[in-house]
Each structure stands twice: as C-alpha cells, then as structure tokens.
C-alpha cells in the first residue's frame, strides 16, 4: 500500500495543503506545535476512522470551520489507484467514500487501507489500564477479520442492552433474550483473541530480540477475565452473577474485562522494565501489529512514526532503521532526523505553522 497525495482542509492547524509523496520513506521535520503530528493523524484516519491520540476524535476541525476534509489518491498492492475522500463535521458527523461510493458501515472499511501508527503515547498500553490495551486489540483484531468486528459488535450491543436492564431491574425471561446473543459473541471473542494473541506475541518476541542484539526476551500473555468454552457456560456464569450485576447495575464479568499482559525476561513489564525498555517493547508490539496484518490481510500496512525513532538508545536505534519493512511506506516525524547524515534516505516536507514545504 502506498499514498501518493493528499489533499487537507481545515484540519487542525492545517488551512489547505496538497502533498504529493514519491518516497517510500517521508519525513516530517519542523518544531514542536507546528502540525507534523496532525498530517500524521489525517494519514492515518483514512485507514481506521479513528485517530491514535488520546484525545480521540475532538478538534479535528480548525477552528472557526464547520467541517474538515481529506482525499487520499492510494496505491494499493495489486497496483490500481483507489481514492479515499473523508469529511468530517464539528459536531462529530463524518462521511466517507472510497472511489465514489458512500460508505456506511465501519466493518466494510476497516483493513482495506491498513496502517499502523508508532507513538509515544503508545506507553499507556504499558503503564495504564486494560481499557486501552483492550482497545488496542480490539481495532488490530477488527482490522484484520470481518468475523471479530461483527461479533465484536454484537456483543457491545448485548452488553449494553443487558446493563440497561439490569439497571431497571428487569425479570430473569428479559434479561435471558439478551444473554443468548451476548454468550454466543463471548465464546467467539474469547476464541478469536485465543488464537491471535500467541501470534502477536510470537512477532514481539522476534522484534524486541532483535532491538537488543537478542540479550533480552519479550512477549505477550492473554489474561482473560473468564475462561469461556462454551455458550452453556458463560450463561450458567451469567446467572450465578445476576443477584450481585442487579446491585451493582452492570454486567461484571466477561470479554468486555479481558487483558493481555506484557513481560520482559518472564516478569511482569508494567514493573519490571525501565523506560528504555518499554520504549522497545511498544515499538516492538508495532511492528507485530504490521505483521500480523500484512498475514490477516495480504497487504503492506502504511507505517506512521510520530517522533518515536530519536527517544531511542542508540542500540534500539539503529536496529529498529533495521527492522522497518523495506517494502512498507513509512512516514515519520521529528524536530530532528534520528540521527546525523540521515536526511539523504528521506523525502522532507518542513512544516511550519501547519504549512508544508518540500526541502
């Protein structure tokens, strides 16, 4: 997959900008406040809908505008230019087409224009919660399979419908309708992320071997909340839990409390690993996250890079240059090349003041 331009209106800082890319690797180079992450983040809205900054989705649109907009001109791996063209308004409305057509679900998109987004703000899958971990593999494992957003999805709807009930303090027949639909989606869940997860950790593994010279292991551990086998079970489970989920007014156990857990050297890497360390292992779970889509979907992700290659030690440094996918399209900013004699392997855009200029 590669970009070949993008046309953006009122996006952010940015008032109009028309960038044409030839490069396989493109660098972003200005100070900090500028807007190099948020051409970064227009890139990426074009594959997933949904921006990589803890922010989420407030303020793309400049201010004083009604609406933004983006048109994207994609090569994709069988060698035919695909158009994208995304609107979204202030309040939150967005529009989508890709070649002319409207799209109207997120299921028919997703992993059509993969891209995976390096971040600093990547340490939160680390060091905060499950909730942001289990986002993380819920989009990963969405992108990559029609069967997971739909069951995904109907399990969101269950969840959200029998909470409601629990909270008006339904009868037992009414919750049952809702708990058939939300165990069946739960044991596909659990199956799916069962699955994927060992080969996600497989791909970090070999990835943070080979940022440390292999003097250092790494990997992933699916930590479920419950162990759902079957249908049967997880209703019988559901049951026995109604008497407390009525007093506390939501469902207390299933996919929707899931995690997944870090470790370095075998121990737990949320304690265990310096910041160095966990620098590697997000840059490292990025780089399966490539992998496992390029696999699910027999296409080359875009890699965005949003000023994460300079905040590296100069071991993880120069292995991680080494381990980008030659084949992949990487954009990547910084107020710096990641290292000297650098700016030859990059095609440059400065940026200032949400302005772009090729150097």
Not at 29 to 57: H, W, Y
Not at 76 to 81: H, I, K, Q, S, V
Not at 277 to 282: S, Y
Request: hydrophobic residues 35%; contains cysteine; aromatic residues 8%.
């Amino acid at each position: 997959m590669r970009l070949l331009s993008l046309n953006l209106e009122d996006f952010r800082n940015v008032a109009n900008t028309n960038l044409d890319f030839s490069g396989d690797r493109v660098f972003f180079l200005g100070p900090n406040g500028q807007g190099k992450t948020n051409l970064l983040e227009a890139i990426g809205l074009a594959g997933t809908l949904r921006s990589f900054r803890k922010s989420g989705m407030e303020g793309l649109v400049r201010e004083g505008q009604s609406r933004s907009q983006g048109f994207y001109r994609f090569l994709d791996d069988n060698g035919d230019e695909r158009e994208v063209f995304l609107s979204f308004r202030s309040k939150g409305e967005k529009i989508l087409e890709v070649d002319g057509e409207r799209i109207h679900r997120l299921g028919e998109h997703l992993g059509n224009f993969p891209v995976v987004t390096l971040s600093s703000r990547d340490f939160r899958l680390i060091r905060e919660g499950p909730a942001d971990r289990r986002k993380w593999l819920d989009l990963l494992l969405a992108s990559s399979s029609l069967d997971y957003f739909n069951h995904l999805q109907g399990y969101t709807r269950a969840l959200r419908e029998r909470n409601a009930l629990l909270k008006r303090e339904a009868g037992d027949g009414e919750l049952l309708a809702f708990e058939q639909s939300l165990a069946k989606c739960a044991v596909a869940l659990h199956s799916l992320r069962t699955e994927s997860i060992p080969k996600i950790s497989q791909s970090l593994t070999s990835s943070y071997l080979s940022l440390t010279d292999e003097k250092e292991k790494a990997g992933l551990t699916y930590a479920p909340d419950l162990s759902i086998e079957t249908v049967d079970q997880y209703l019988q489970r559901l049951a026995k839990e109604r008497p407390r989920d009525r007093i506390m007014g939501t469902t207390r156990k299933g996919p929707h409390r899931d995690d997944f857990l870090f470790h370095l050297q075998d121990r737990d890497a949320r304690t265990y690993a310096s910041e160095g360390q966990q620098r590697g292992l997000v840059l490292a779970l990025r780089l399966a996250e490539f992998s496992f889509l390029r696999q699910s979907l027999g296409r080359i992700p875009l890699l965005l890079a949003d000023d994460v290659l300079g905040e590296l030690d100069n071991l993880r440094k120069a292995n991680f240059r080494k381990l980008l996918p030659p084949e992949a399209q990487v954009f990547a900013t910084g107020t710096a090349y990641p290292s000297a004699n650098e700016s030859a392997i990059w095609e440059t855009f400065e940026v200032s003041s949400g302005t772009f200029s090729l150097a």
